[in-house]
């Protein structure tokens, strides 16, 4: 959803997504994913979960997971309601991103 300001902006509400990494990471890396929360699986993988307020936020939350040399596993877009049964979620294939 988005909305215009009086300057004539498309304000856009912040994004859900949920990012899966191999590999556990610790609470303190927290603050390097943009207070993303850090919920560690029994499958050993990692997921970061969250608001993102733009493309450029979640492009630079994907450069710190390759700086860190953490292997990405998927990457949803949750939206709609997150209190809502219904969520719409959008996968993006990995292997499009190839070469990015």
Not at 20 to 27: A, N, W
Not at 40 to 45: A, E, L, V
Not at 54 to 73: F, G, V
Request: proline share 3%.
């Amino acid at each position: 959803m988005s909305e215009k300001s009086s300057s004539n902006r498309v304000l856009r509400k912040p994004e859900n997504y949920e990012i899966r990494i191999k590999g556990h990471l610790q609470d303190k890396w927290q603050e390097r994913f943009e207070g993303m929360s850090i919920t560690r699986k029994s499958d050993g993988t990692t997921t970061l979960f969250g608001p993102l307020p733009d493309q450029t936020a979640l492009h630079s939350i994907l450069l710190r997971i390759r700086n860190m040399n953490l292997k990405l596993l998927s990457i949803n877009s949750v939206q709609g309601d997150l209190n809502c049964k219904n969520n719409q979620i959008m996968e993006v294939n990995l292997d499009d991103l190839n070469g990015i």
